[in-house]
């Protein structure tokens, strides 16, 4: 699977959109973009994820660019609640079912 | 949380002892994963399930074991504990990708 690449760590100001960029320069044409968020001591959880297009949810936005090298998370209108390690994983289309979590980016929403 | 409970939520154990972590899903999923999480490593897969019986090893399987005699359990063994081991487990199941995780287990081996 390819290498994803996220800054360690970002800020947001509550009621505003956070954007989080995630770098995935190696992503092969069979391979989805995915997701994950964990808040603090809880386990991770599914956001979104996409393989081309880009998609909506009640939780979040997915866009990839068209060279699918790299793609943005939009959460549009944080919450404290939102506070949380967001993880950017690529995995392939076929039968590989196994997610390798990197390090992720720590969003702080502050108030 | 997707019908995934595990137990015991926390544990305190002997170095040597034997350790069983069970994880319960309601949702009949196939797919069922044992992760440890470990400040500076991230989640690291264990062990895998595909279905009753069939199992097979993650990126740090040694020291574990696991087993699956039933859909909605699967059971994460340390034979003789080791202080390395303590660690947050998290159970988790889901489809080919998407999954869907549990509430974690603390582990601390002494």
């Known amino acids: 699977d390819a290498k994803t690449t996220q800054p360690p760590s970002m800020d947001c100001a509550e009621g505003r959109a956070a954007n989080l960029p995630c770098n995935h320069s190696?992503?092969?044409?069979?391979?989805?973009v995915y997701w994950y968020r964990q808040i603090h001591s809880q386990g991770p959880q599914y956001i979104i994820h996409?393989?081309?297009n880009n998609e909506t949810n009640e939780m979040a936005s997915l866009i990839i660019t068209e060279d699918r090298k790299s793609s943005t998370l939009i959460l549009p209108h944080a919450t404290l609640r939102d506070t949380a390690v967001y993880y950017c994983?690529?995995?392939?289309?076929?039968?590989?079912?196994?997610?390798?979590f990197g390090k992720g980016t720590l969003l702080t929403v502050n108030p | 949380d997707a019908g995934i409970t595990q137990s015991p939520r926390h544990k305190v154990t002997e170095t040597g002892t034997p350790v069983t972590l069970r994880c319960h899903q309601t949702?009949?999923?196939?797919?069922m994963y044992w992760y440890r999480q470990d400040p500076g490593h991230g989640l690291r897969l264990i062990h895998y399930?595909?279905?009753?019986?069939?199992?097979d090893k993650g990126e740090v399987s040694d020291g574990y074991s696991v087993s699956r005699s039933k859909t909605e359990d699967f059971l994460l063994t340390l034979e003789s504990a080791t202080s390395s081991q303590t660690s947050v487990y998290f159970c988790?199941?889901?489809?080919?990708?998407?999954?869907?995780f549990g509430p974690g287990t603390r582990l601390l081996v002494l």
């Open positions: 949702e009949n999923h196939r797919y």
């Open positions: 399930s595909y279905g009753v019986k069939d199992t």
């Open positions: 994983i690529v995995v392939g289309g076929g039968s590989n079912y196994k997610l390798t």
């Open positions: 190696t992503i092969s044409g069979n391979e989805y």
């Open positions: 996409g393989l081309k």
């Open positions: 988790a199941i889901g489809g080919v990708q998407t999954q869907y």
